[in-house]
């Protein structure tokens, strides 16, 4: 079973920046998919953004609330993404999960596609 290791959460004041990593335990095989959820207090999880890779090209996705404003990036040989957050919002405060699936995902934001999880990277907005 593939774990996701995820660092990078933390308190920061409004208008600031955090990165997120996430690496899975092992490379034996390739993570196709990649992407971030977060659930904040109260609400279902939500889909942030997500990577793909597939026969050289590279896919991505983000949600509407944090298009230009969150960035994925990740490196499919060593089965790893960052998700790099700028001008955040207490709206962003959230655990942020990593999340990835084998397989190649057309719709890559539904949290059902994804058979494998990390445990959670808190992310604390002050306003």
């Known amino acids: 079973q593939v774990q996701l290791v995820e660092s990078g959460g933390g308190l920061v004041q409004a208008g600031g920046s955090l990165r997120l990593s996430c690496a899975a335990s092992?490379?034996?095989?390739?993570?196709?998919?990649m992407g971030w959820f977060r659930q904040a207090p109260g609400k279902e999880r939500e889909f942030v953004a997500a990577?793909?890779?597939?026969?050289?090209?590279?896919?991505?996705d983000y949600a509407d609330a944090v298009k230009g404003r969150f960035t994925i990036s990740g490196d499919s040989a060593k089965n790893s993404v960052s998700l790099q957050m700028v001008s955040l919002s207490p709206d962003d405060t959230a655990v942020y999960y990593c999340?990835?699936?084998?397989?190649?995902?057309?719709?890559?934001?539904?949290?059902?596609?994804?058979?494998?999880w990390g445990q959670g990277t808190r992310v604390t907005v002050s306003s």
């Open positions: 092992e490379n034996t095989f390739r993570l196709t998919t």
């Open positions: 990577i793909r890779w597939n026969a050289g090209n590279t896919a991505f």
């Open positions: 999340a990835a699936d084998r397989g190649f995902l057309p719709y890559m934001r539904n949290v059902r596609n994804y058979d494998h």
